[in-house]
């Protein structure tokens, strides 16, 4: 059975700190570029972070950009998301997503096609 699975979300103070894993069974995570993307309340689904899968180049959209940091872990078939500086603009639900090609970089929705089921990221004092 293919499954992506999300873990590591919680509640933070602003400035904490958490890491989010994804984890894959059934296929190999190393093989696909996989995107990050979260969805604040009442806001659309933003793409945030990306990792290739040819040479390991990351992406940042700006709102994360010098906080966050994505990085795999190919004995534990993981993807990770490290956050820092955690603001509570940072809220929501966090989803990681599996792409297969070149065109990673963008965060299409659309581009990635297998999706976690999310895991919730709560910013508060």
């Known amino acids: 059975q293919v499954q992506l699975v999300e873990s590591g979300g919680g509640l933070a103070q602003p400035g904490g700190s958490l890491r989010l894993s994804c984890t894959a069974s059934?296929?190999?995570?190393?093989?696909?570029?996989i995107g990050w993307f979260r969805q604040a309340p009442g806001k659309e689904r933003e793409g945030i972070s990306a990792?290739?899968?040819?040479?390991?180049?990351?992406y940042y959209s700006d709102s994360v950009k010098g906080r966050f940091a994505i990085s795999r872990d190919e004995s534990q078939n993981s993807v990770y998301l490290q956050l820092n500086g955690l603001q509570p603009e940072d809220t929501g639900i966090y989803y990681c997503?599996?792409?297969?090609?070149?065109?990673?970089?963008?965060?299409?929705?659309?581009?990635?096609?297998?999706w976690g089921q999310g895991t919730q990221v709560t910013v508060s004092s």
């Open positions: 997503a599996t792409g297969f090609g070149r065109n990673w970089r963008d965060l299409t929705e659309s581009w990635y096609d297998h």
């Open positions: 059934g296929f190999t995570l190393n093989h696909y570029a």
């Open positions: 990792i290739s899968s040819y040479d390991g180049s990351t």
